[in-house]
């Protein structure tokens, strides 16, 4: 099975910051990896796919990137609506999720 | 708008059996792959099972294997999770996703004593 190690598990920042959490796949994935943002009580919501496409209605503050097995997802100024967990996923045989990254004030 | 509406969960004694559902719209459902995942309170997400658009290849984690089955009735649009023989360690929000990574809200299963 493919295992995704993310990191931190915690993160703490103010608004305003660029922030950093990453995610290194067991074996190759492609670019079959999404991101996702949850808060309390509601469902995951996709940020982006295939490792560095923003979905729609995103804001640009959100990217991904790739290098070979290690991914990043990277919010260059971060909001108080952006204090959340998340999650990346790989997509590419079965379906596996980081530990989650829980980003705080 | 894609649109997955999960029902059917609630609270059931460990060894017990429930039926969720998720009804889809807003896409052609019958052209796309199914999965379950379940989130335990204060946990981590957890995909539980995959059934491919044609229904013939259906896959379950290792905890679930025996015990729950994934089904789809592409005339009513509809995705299915039968679970028997629960266990407390299967309490969580389960949520139907669509392979194009569209959640449902989710549907809370509880089993307890």
């Known amino acids: 099975d493919i295992q995704m190690t993310q990191s931190p598990s915690t993160l703490s920042a103010s608004v305003g910051d660029r922030v950093t959490i990453t995610c290194r796949a067991s074996?190759?994935?492609?670019?079959?990896l999404a991101w996702y943002q949850q808060k309390p009580g509601k469902a995951p919501k996709l940020l982006i796919y295939k490792a560095s496409t923003l979905e729609s209605g995103v804001p640009s503050r959100f990217s991904g990137s790739r290098s070979g097995a290690e991914f990043t997802l990277t919010i260059s100024s971060l909001q108080p609506d952006d204090f959340a967990t998340y999650y990346c996923?790989?997509?590419?045989?079965?379906?596996?999720f980081g530990q989650g990254t829980k980003v705080e004030i | 708008e894609v649109q997955l509406v999960e029902s059917g969960g609630g609270l059931v004694q460990p060894g017990g059996f429930l039926r969720l559902s998720c009804a889809a719209s807003g896409f052609s459902f019958s052209d796309f792959q199914m999965n379950w995942v379940r989130q335990a309170p204060g946990k981590g997400l957890e995909w539980v099972s995959y059934?491919?658009?044609?229904?013939?290849?259906?896959l379950y984690t290792d905890s679930v294997k025996g015990r729950f089955a994934i089904s789809t009735d592409h005339a009513k649009k509809s995705l299915f999770l039968q679970m028997h023989n629960l266990r407390v360690e299967d309490t969580a929000v389960y949520y139907c996703?669509?392979?194009?990574?569209?959640w449902g809200r989710g549907t809370l299963v509880t089993v307890s004593s």
């Open positions: 996923q790989q997509y590419e045989s079965y379906w596996t």
């Open positions: 996703v669509s392979g194009e990574l569209s």
């Open positions: 074996q190759g994935i492609g670019s079959w």
């Open positions: 059934i491919s658009s044609s229904g013939n290849t259906k």
